[in-house]
């Protein structure tokens, strides 16, 4: 059933057209995610389609009523039953509440209202992981369709159907989830590198062939002076009518290669060299050591007794809930408290969503050079790779919106002097593509790393080691973020079937007892021992599967 149709719709601010869209259909069911740099105008498109913000050409169509889970910074007030409220963790809506609460509750305001159609603009802001995962399971429930912008690609994969780009003006539809759209543009890339370098081998022919020819027709010499004046007419007349036809045949090729349809040639960012030299003279050493160290703030005690070690050039994910104290841990690291050994010669880069770091008076150029021992010419790759290329490096940095503050102070910490890099939730407030040219640049980059993340696709691609302040007691996992899962899960798993033997074992015993009573009447022994049998087999089970 069609919930939403929307023709030649565009949208401009002053002379800029933010975008143009000739046909956009939502069905029933649909699950469709809307991605694209910031700035892009993924938000606009969904305010238009929401019927909120009035295109400025076109036609929209909707076929039903629509809730709308909006970005945080959006207030509005919030109407949610008791039971919504305490299914998402928000006891009240009174008194003060953090980011995530109010996210929760932005959820928790929409979903309840089970609209055919539901628009969500950027829903896992401010969500920890167990948050983020209970909204995919809810998304995935949902009863109408989702448009949906979000920056997390996980929860993209795991529910969109179909993909909108807005990019240069324009939304493009792709069929899949995030994976399969991008899987889709790296063909459609491969594509335009064969179309211009088909271009660029015919152009080339083409002007060899004019070149060829018109040599030619030039190197057609006229009749020798010992030819008679009657055979020197006949030579030169066969002359020019064979140098005619050269040089018509150069026009004709002149005027192919003139037709020829031109072809640009694709965009492509060079890769960001480190300088590798002094991390791999202590590759394979302790860069951090921390001994029974007791993780708090002020009197909130998160962990204690936590011990580990972070070699040189491991990266290293710390997850958690929310307020489980990965972000106080980076602190005291970088704080080198009592408990906590840097090696000798090893320097620290820091990156926190304060941005202290950054001089609001200077370019972004000139911040990033400042205290770094690379070239110019590196930094500028880098930016240009983080979405500022050519003269946007100079730019100050008081103009710049949050989400550019961030990759200017994450570019700071890259090219600082630093062996090991601290980040508190890098990807926070990045769009999609500066999320993928970070995960590039975390993974050239020679030294160790310690990241706190709710960004599933972060830990798997960069992780070798992962800290998890999700358990009783914190210990690190010398494996990637899959491997944690799945040891996580055969954990659970061994407890879980752990748990059921000694139930069986119990209740075996139960069993073993009423039958030895001697008084015990014949029907009801006849049916002990058909429960014994039926627990000894089912423990007997449990222990081969347990093995």
């Not at 896992?124 to 399971?137: A, K, N, Y």
């Not at 010499?221 to 009657?230: I, T």
């Not at 020829?260 to 951090?288: C, M, N, W, Y």
């Not at 358990?471 to 055969?490: C, D, I, N, W």
Request: hydrophobic content about 35%; some cysteine; aromatic content about 6%.
């Amino acid at each position: 059933m069609l919930l939403l149709e929307a023709r030649h719709i565009e949208k401009s601010y002053g002379d800029r057209v933010i975008f143009r869209a000739e046909k956009l259909e939502v069905m029933d069911g649909d699950r469709i995610g809307i991605v694209g740099p910031n700035g892009a105008g993924k938000t606009t498109l969904l305010k238009i389609l929401a019927g909120e913000l009035p295109a400025d050409q076109g036609q929209l169509s909707s076929y039903g009523a629509t809730a709308f889970i909006r970005q945080l910074e959006q207030e509005e007030g919030y109407e949610t039953t008791a039971k919504e409220r305490q299914k998402w963790g928000v006891a009240n809506v009174h008194g003060a509440m953090s980011g995530g609460e109010h996210v929760r509750l932005k959820i928790a305001t929409a979903l309840e209202q089970e609209a055919p159609l539901l628009f969500a603009d950027e829903p896992t802001s401010h969500l920890d992981l167990p948050g983020i995962r209970q909204l995919e399971e809810s998304l995935h429930a949902y009863p109408g369709a989702v448009l949906l912008i979000s920056h997390d690609r996980e929860l993209l994969d795991a529910i969109c159907t179909r993909i909108w780009e807005v990019e240069n003006g324009s939304v493009t539809e792709y069929k899949g989830n995030y994976t399969e759209y991008r899987s889709q543009k790296e063909q459609k890339r491969e594509r335009e590198w064969a179309e211009y370098d088909a271009y660029q081998k015919e152009r080339h022919r083409l002007t060899q062939a004019i070149v060829d020819k018109k040599q030619h027709a030039r190197g057609m010499k006229d009749a020798p002076k010992r030819m008679g004046s009657s055979e020197a007419k006949l030579h030169k007349m066969k002359a020019q009518g064979k140098r005619g036809k050269v040089e018509r045949a150069a026009k004709t090729l002149e005027s192919r290669l003139a037709q020829l349809e031109e072809k640009e040639k694709p965009k492509e960012l060079a890769r960001v060299q480190f300088d590798l030299h002094q991390e791999s003279e202590h590759r394979g050493r302790t860069a951090i050591q921390c001994t029974d160290i007791t993780v708090h703030a002020g009197a909130r005690t998160f962990v204690r007794n936590l011990s580990f070690r972070v070699q040189r050039g491991q990266r290293v994910a710390l997850i958690g809930a929310n307020g489980s104290g990965k972000s106080t841990l980076l602190s005291m690291i970088a704080q080198k408290v009592e408990g906590i050994t840097i090696s000798p010669g090893i320097r620290l880069g820091y990156f926190h969503q304060s941005q202290a770091t950054l001089d609001p008076e200077k370019t972004i150029l000139e911040n990033v050079k400042k205290d770094s021992r690379y070239p110019e010419a590196t930094i500028r790759t880098a930016l240009a790779r983080l979405l500022f290329p050519g003269d946007a490096v100079h730019k100050t940095v008081s103009d710049l919106s949050g989400g550019e503050r961030v990759k200017v102070a994450l570019a700071k910490v890259f090219f600082g002097d630093y062996h090991v890099l601290l980040l508190d939730e890098p990807t926070n407030f990045l769009d999609i593509p500066t999320q993928e040219e970070l995960e590039l640049l975390l993974a050239d980059f020679p030294g160790a790393i310690l990241f706190a993340t709710h960004d599933r696709k972060l830990m798997s691609g960069l992780a070798d080691a992962v800290l998890s302040f999700d358990e009783l007691q914190p210990s690190l996992f010398p494996g990637t973020y899959p491997e944690f899962l799945e040891a996580k899960h055969k954990k659970k798993t061994r407890d879980s079937s752990a748990e059921q033997r000694l139930l069986l074992e119990t209740k075996l015993t139960d069993v073993v007892g009423r039958l030895s009573v001697p008084t015990l009447p014949a029907a009801d022994k006849e049916k002990l021992e058909i429960e014994y049998k039926e627990t000894l087999a089912a423990l007997q089970r449990c222990r081969r599967h347990g093995e």
